[in-house]
């Protein structure tokens, strides 16, 4: 199957990266470090009941303003015009998680010291986030969306002029099998979060449900960030290697 990149460049439509801004670096840094750092979270007040509320809050604050300000920007601009889906997948996904991030960073802060002295400050925060969680499990489904259209149309593959990546430029499955599974893994615990609020909230301990979402996230987020940080050299050299004469 030709991937969707590569059907573009057989096409001749080609890409002047140095016109098009490609700031899914500082994005997929910034949603890996939210999603393990959210995990911490947890840990930290379920397990540990340690109380370190101004710390997560003031992270949450700067995680949620870079990926709030990158996605909206994405969302509402399309500012990758080589590869617009793009657009849509980094962009919306950041926009949605970077609100909540940046929502729950002003209620943390707010409310620091009645969840400091409060009995069980999870059962409190479970019980303010039974509502949206709804649209967490809505962004599990987009999520699960992205990954399957990323195995259907083989979009992640980068050009053969990108460092190190570039090198699956012929083998467009490998880089889109290895997306879309931090897309799964990312979107297996949005799903499961309804439940995991739900089972807080009336059991209140952690249980399979809890576990499984933690590992997923952990996981699927260091994927993320670690990818977006090797992207940081990558996608310098792609600019470069295309912009620069020889």
Known sequence: MLSATAALAAEGLKTDWSLSPTYNTIMAVAAGAGLITLVWFIRDLWVKQERNI????????????????????????????????????????????????AATSWYLWRNREALRTAERPIKVLADLVRPISLFVFGLGLALVGIGVAGLWYQFFVAPAEEPISGLFADYPIVEAIFMSGLFFLVALGALLFPWAVKREAVVGRPGTVHRVAGWAWVVGGLGFFLFGALNFFTHIGLIFNTNVPS
């Open 54 to 101: 101004e710390g997560y809050a003031f992270a949450f604050g700067i995680l949620g303003f870079i990926l709030t300000t990158t996605g909206l920007h994405m969302t509402l601009t399309w500012p990758i015009k080589g590869l617009p889906w793009d657009n849509i997948i980094f962009g919306e996904t950041s926009l949605g998680f970077g609100v909540l991030l």
